[in-house]
């Protein structure tokens, strides 16, 4: 299919929180990390940033965070799923300077005069590993999609990069369970499907340790398991992390003349490479896959300002733009470099719609966007 002819449909993406149980070794919201300053959003401030999606035409939301399991953060979450469903567009719009919204839009409510129909913004979560029962409580709130990456489908790999020892994550031994099991997130990916949830799942690219076959390997995974959606992107260190440590410092002496540690094929290439990487990642995958949602991710950009329109035009469909109140952006970085961490919703929209005119792309205003499978 050729770009033109193919809708990209946008996701305002609302970070809620990045308080983490975990400890990935590679993410900079890591719970060990205490570099980090924590912070959580409020009801009001999520409900306006869903409100300015939908009056925007973005069609859904995606609410993402680090990982937290307690019940009064599950309940939370179930009532503003509840809430968001039920918003309505503002009376007059948010926002006049939309050409792509029909003059009418707002006094037909959602109905544009056109022929979309848009019942309430759709709600994908990415809020980590959750127990089967809490995956339902979600779902019968009003979710429908949920995102879990694998990062890693190979289980040796994916163990290099978590920690494994009780020791690393529990130093007082209280909690038996291994917060990083490869089983528990594979079961927990099958508990989603089952559920009924659009799922997606994704990876990491040129991740220390990883090799070429491991992702063929992810790509291989993707349609064993018959993923909706996919969001993979190339991995990015981070200084404050044990990984991103490993791999900077090799860096520094690899620029020093000295000999580096073998960290594997992938984790010293520069970033022209790793790009060309990821773009080729998402043309086989969308060769395998032709109906599947596929994310031109945000650590794209941070490889090359067009490191996204690049993944279109490689068959990526799917863009997250950040909706996140810009005071709290800073402070949501998984990898060092995030992009618009200064922006505001508004220009980060404006900016995006002229980049994908740019290479022809269409956006899929008003549209939930699932995919066709
Ligand atoms: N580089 C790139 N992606 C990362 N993620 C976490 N840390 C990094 C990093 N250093 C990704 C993980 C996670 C998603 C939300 O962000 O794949 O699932
Ligand atoms: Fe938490 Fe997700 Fe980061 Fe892991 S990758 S530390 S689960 S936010």
Same mark, same amino acid.
């Given at each position: 299919?050729? +770009?033109?002819?193919?809708?990209?449909?946008?996701?305002?993406?609302?970070? @809620?929180?990045?308080?983490?149980?975990? $400890?990935?070794?590679?993410?900079?919201?890591?719970?060990?990390?205490?570099?980090?300053?924590?912070?959580?959003?409020?009801?009001?401030?999520?409900?306006?940033?869903?409100?300015?999606?939908?009056?925007? #035409?973005?069609?859904?939301?995606?609410?993402?965070?680090?990982?937290?399991?307690?019940?009064? =953060?599950?309940?939370?979450?179930?009532?503003?799923?509840?809430?968001?469903?039920?918003?309505?567009?503002?009376?007059?719009?948010?926002?006049? #300077?939309?050409? $792509?919204?029909?003059?009418?839009?707002?006094?037909?409510?959602?109905?544009?005069?056109?022929?979309? *129909?848009?019942?309430?913004?759709?709600?994908?979560?990415?809020?980590?590993?959750?127990?089967?029962?809490?995956?339902?409580?979600? =779902?019968?709130?009003?979710?429908?999609? =949920?995102?879990?990456?694998?990062?890693?489908?190979? &289980?040796?790999?994916?163990?290099?990069?978590?920690?494994?020892?009780?020791?690393?994550?529990?130093?007082? #031994?209280?909690? &038996?369970?291994?917060?990083?099991?490869?089983?528990?997130?594979?079961?927990?990916?099958?508990?989603?499907?089952?559920?009924?949830?659009?799922?997606?799942?994704?990876?990491? @690219?040129?991740?220390?340790?990883? *090799?070429?076959?491991?992702?063929?390997?992810?790509?291989?995974?993707?349609?064993?398991?018959?993923?909706?959606?996919?969001?993979?992107?190339?991995? @990015?260190?981070?200084?404050? *992390?044990?990984?991103?440590?490993?791999?900077?410092?090799?860096?520094?002496?690899?620029?020093?003349?000295?000999?580096?540690?073998?960290?594997?094929?992938?984790?010293?290439?520069?970033?022209?490479?790793?790009?060309?990487?990821?773009?080729?990642?998402?043309?086989?995958?969308?060769?395998?896959?032709?109906?599947?949602?596929?994310?031109?991710? *945000?650590?794209?950009? +941070?490889?090359?300002?067009?490191?996204?329109?690049?993944?279109?035009?490689?068959?990526?469909?799917?863009?997250?733009?950040? @909706?996140?109140?810009?005071?709290?952006?800073?402070? =949501?970085?998984?990898?060092?470099?995030?992009?618009?961490?200064?922006?505001?919703?508004?220009?980060?929209?404006?900016?995006?719609?002229?980049?994908?005119?740019?290479?022809?792309?269409?956006?899929?205003?008003?549209?939930?966007?699932?995919?066709?499978?």
């Amino acid at each position: 299919m050729s +770009v033109a002819s193919r809708m990209v449909y946008l996701r305002g993406l609302i970070e @809620i929180s990045n308080r983490c149980r975990k $400890n990935c070794l590679y993410c900079g919201i890591r719970a060990g990390n205490t570099n980090v300053c924590r912070y959580e959003l409020s009801d009001e401030q999520i409900l306006r940033e869903a409100q300015f999606a939908l009056d925007n #035409g973005y069609g859904s939301v995606v609410l993402q965070g680090g990982e937290r399991t307690d019940s009064a =953060y599950v309940e939370r979450i179930a009532r503003l799923i509840w809430q968001i469903k039920r918003l309505q567009p503002s009376p007059y719009g948010a926002n006049h #300077g939309n050409s $792509n919204l029909h003059p009418d839009s707002f006094s037909k409510g959602y109905n544009l005069g056109r022929d979309i *129909t848009l019942k309430s913004l759709g709600i994908t979560l990415s809020l980590g590993e959750q127990d089967r029962e809490v995956f339902r409580e979600w =779902y019968s709130a009003g979710a429908h999609r =949920y995102l879990l990456r694998i990062e890693a489908s190979n &289980k040796a790999l994916y163990e290099k990069i978590h920690p494994q020892m009780e020791s690393d994550e529990n130093p007082s #031994g209280k909690e &038996k369970k291994n917060l990083h099991s490869y089983d528990a997130r594979m079961a927990a990916l099958y508990n989603l499907k089952s559920v009924g949830y659009i799922t997606g799942s994704g990876v990491m @690219i040129a991740l220390p340790y990883q *090799t070429r076959e491991n992702l063929e390997e992810d790509l291989q995974f993707f349609k064993k398991f018959g993923v909706d959606m996919v969001g993979m992107g190339p991995y @990015i260190p981070h200084k404050d *992390t044990p990984l991103g440590r490993l791999v900077l410092e090799g860096l520094e002496c690899l620029k020093r003349g000295e000999q580096a540690p073998d960290l594997g094929e992938f984790a010293y290439i520069d970033n022209k490479e790793k790009l060309n990487l990821s773009i080729e990642m998402v043309r086989r995958l969308r060769e395998i896959m032709p109906n599947i949602n596929i994310a031109a991710t *945000t650590a794209l950009q +941070v490889l090359s300002p067009d490191g996204r329109e690049r993944a279109v035009l490689a068959g990526a469909n799917v863009i997250m733009p950040n @909706i996140t109140e810009t005071t709290q952006r800073q402070n =949501y970085q998984l990898y060092e470099g995030k992009p618009g961490v200064h922006d505001d919703a508004e220009s980060t929209r404006r900016e995006l719609e002229k980049n994908l005119a740019a290479i022809g792309a269409k956006i899929g205003w008003w549209q939930v966007g699932d995919p066709h499978v």
